[in-house]
Structure formats: structure tokens, C-alpha cells
């Protein structure tokens, strides 16, 4: 069983950043995913970050803007995000999962956050 707190979130202005952290406990070997859910819409894939922390993919909306990485002793992984847009504003979860996080959709994530707010304002 592995439990996932996510933090960091918050308000900012356009161009800004903010940083997410996600703390996990249990097992560390997991594959973690970003992904953020915008109100009226479906829960769209953001980034995500092999076990090892070796290997990071991205969804094109938000390459060069945002970055994943991992610190696998603290068992935290952290969303930078930079020149945040309005249409960054939303609920932003991180999930984990066992094999593979390359192109992989978020009902096979075993295991969720319960989400942290990021509102950005124009």
C-alpha cells in the first residue's frame, strides 16, 4: 500500500511558478505521474518519472515549462513550474504505479494523491 500527500499548491500570477512536492510512503520502486484535472474537463496526463527517476516524460502543453524529479532517499517527488499560464489552473495529483510510466494512462495508476489546487490568474 503506498499513501501519496501532495503540497505546494496555491494562487500565482501568469508567468509565475510554484512548486509541488509529493511525499510517499512505502515502497519507494514506483513509477510516479503527475496529472491535473481543470473544472468541467477530464483528468489530463501532465508528467511522470521512471522508479529510478532516470527517465521523465512530458505532455507537450507543458514541456520546457515544467519539470519532474525525484529524490528517492526523502521518497518525494516535486512538479516544478515555471511561466505558469491561466490554463495551468487546476487540481494537480500525483499517482504511482509499478513497471513502466511511459505513455501511460491514469486508470493504471494504482495509487492517488488527494490532489493540491493550482489557480493561476491573468
Known amino acids: 500500500q503506498v499513501q501519496l500527500v501532495e503540497s505546494g499548491g496555491g494562487l500565482v500570477l501568469a508567468g509565475g511558478s510554484l512548486r509541488l512536492s509529493c511525499a510517499a510512503s512505502g515502497r519507494s520502486l514506483y513509477g510516479m505521474g503527475w496529472f491535473r484535472q481543470a473544472p468541467g474537463k477530464e483528468r489530463e496526463f501532465v508528467g511522470a518519472?521512471?522508479?529510478?527517476?532516470?527517465?521523465?516524460y512530458y505532455a507537450d502543453s507543458v514541456k520546457g515549462r515544467l519539470t519532474i524529479s525525484r529524490d528517492i532517499a526523502k521518497n518525494t517527488v516535486d512538479l516544478q513550474m515555471n511561466s505558469l499560464k491561466p490554463e495551468d489552473t487546476a487540481v494537480y495529483y500525483c499517482?504511482?504505479?509499478?513497471?513502466?510510466?511511459?505513455?501511460?494512462?491514469?486508470?493504471?495508476?494504482?495509487?492517488w494523491g488527494q490532489g493540491t489546487q493550482v489557480t493561476v490568474s491573468s
Open positions: 499517482a504511482a504505479k509499478r513497471g513502466t510510466v511511459e505513455r501511460v494512462p491514469a486508470g493504471d495508476y494504482a495509487y
Open positions: 518519472i521512471s522508479w529510478s527517476g532516470g527517465t521523465t
